[in-house]
């Protein structure tokens, strides 16, 4: 067996020994199956191939100082599994049947999950997909959900760093009744060009207003924004935004610190009045942003002056993480130990 490198690991896809499937005909759910192959065969008029009826999750499990293998918050990513097929219209998967698949796929590939001192953790993606043939636009009948999971390396290797921002008003990533709100691979699709945009501009991650009224902050890529300013942290209040489970975690640790939250929608001008801001999510629990540039006004607005994360931004970085891997006492049930 090859050893791997944990420090130097990437977000990247690397193969594992196992993922596991549940496929759905005739109306149910089946049983879950352990499968070694990366490959899933499928009938090549499937709804998800041709009218995207796919939804994915991303989670993640962290191996703690005392060895334990803690998965952050499992029943957060079901539920919002659930919404995103009742929104694409496909057969909900038990809260039950996602948890069994979860902690069945971690234990089978227990190897996989890096080492406490490493930093990196074992990022779990359950996709539930429309296998049915159709050639008319119609939900198909037969479905598969599966699992698979892969070592992925610390997101700040170089220490926990602030990072700059760029508005792009030229694509919008979802509308304000569409499916924004739903972890649908389309969304991704649609924000492929505005991330190659901010790329191309220099910039490591896109950043999206309303697509209505081009007023209120909506999301940063894939993640959440927040600012923090006079102990308050407020975070956008958006239909067309995902609801982040990193965000809505941190709202709590915020209040648990004695921040007053809002969750309201915040107008561009606004970036200008916070002390500190971050985009959140489970790639990095928390990036600090170190400042939002809108090159279509010709304006950028500083967040930190001196280029740091704020003392916020690092409290709510460092509790949550602490949380995550153990080292610190679970008071809100967020986290589910591997037996
Ligand atoms: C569009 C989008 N927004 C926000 C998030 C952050 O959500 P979470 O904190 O649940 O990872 C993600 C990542 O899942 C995302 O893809």
Same mark, same amino acid.
């Given at each position: ?103 069945k796929v971690i234990k089978l590939n227990e190897r996989f999950v890096p080492p406490y001192e490493s930093g990196a ?54 509308? +304000? &009744?569409? *499916? ?6 389309? /969304? ?5 060009? !505005?991330?190659? #945009?901010a790329h191309d501009m220099g910039y490591s991650c896109e950043f999206y207003l309303d697509a209505k009224e081009k ?20 975070? +956008? &209040?958006? *239909? ?6 990193? /965000? ?5 640790? !915020?209040?648990? #610190? ?82």
């Amino acid at each position: 067996m090859k050893t791997i490198d944990w420090a130097n690991l990437s977000f990247g896809y690397m193969p594992t020994d196992y993922n596991v499937r549940y496929n759905y005909r005739n109306g149910s759910w089946g049983e879950l199956e352990i499968s070694s192959s990366e490959y899933i065969n499928m009938h090549m008029a499937a709804t998800c191939l041709h009218y995207g009826q796919e939804a994915f999750e991303g989670l993640k499990a962290f191996r703690g100082k005392d060895e334990k293998i803690r998965v952050f918050r499992l029943d957060e990513n079901a539920a919002r599994l659930q919404s995103t097929c009742r929104g694409i219209l496909m057969p909900e998967l038990s809260t039950e049947k996602f948890r069994d698949a979860i902690l069945k796929v971690i234990k089978l590939n227990e190897r996989f999950v890096p080492p406490y001192e490493s930093g990196a953790s074992l990022y779990i993606r359950p996709l539930l997909i429309g296998t049915g043939a159709q050639v008319g636009v119609h939900p198909a009948s037969e479905y598969m959900f599966i699992v698979f999971v892969t070592p992925v390396g610390p997101y700040f290797k170089g220490g926990f760093s602030t990072n700059p921002y760029v508005i792009i008003r030229q694509y919008d990533r979802s509308a +304000p &009744l569409g *499916t924004g709100v739903y972890k649908v691979g389309g /969304n991704y699709a649609a924000s492929l060009r !505005a991330n190659k #945009m901010a790329h191309d501009m220099g910039y490591s991650c896109e950043f999206y207003l309303d697509a209505k009224e081009k007023k209120y902050i909506d999301e940063c890529g894939a993640a959440n924004f927040f600012g923090i300013k006079n102990n308050t942290y407020v975070t +956008p &209040l958006s *239909t067309s935004i995902l609801p982040s489970i990193t /965000n809505k975690s941190l709202m709590t640790l !915020a209040e648990e #610190m004695g921040l007053t939250v809002e969750r309201r929608q915040i107008p561009e001008e606004e970036l200008d009045t916070f002390e500190e801001a971050g985009a959140c999510g489970t790639a990095a629990v928390i990036s600090p942003i170190q400042r939002i540039d809108d090159p279509e006004k010709n304006r950028s607005y500083i967040i930190s002056k001196d280029g740091k994360p704020g003392k916020i931004c690092t409290q709510l970085y460092n509790k949550l993480r602490a949380i995550q891997y153990g080292d610190e006492p679970d008071k809100y049930g967020w986290v589910t130990i591997v037996e």
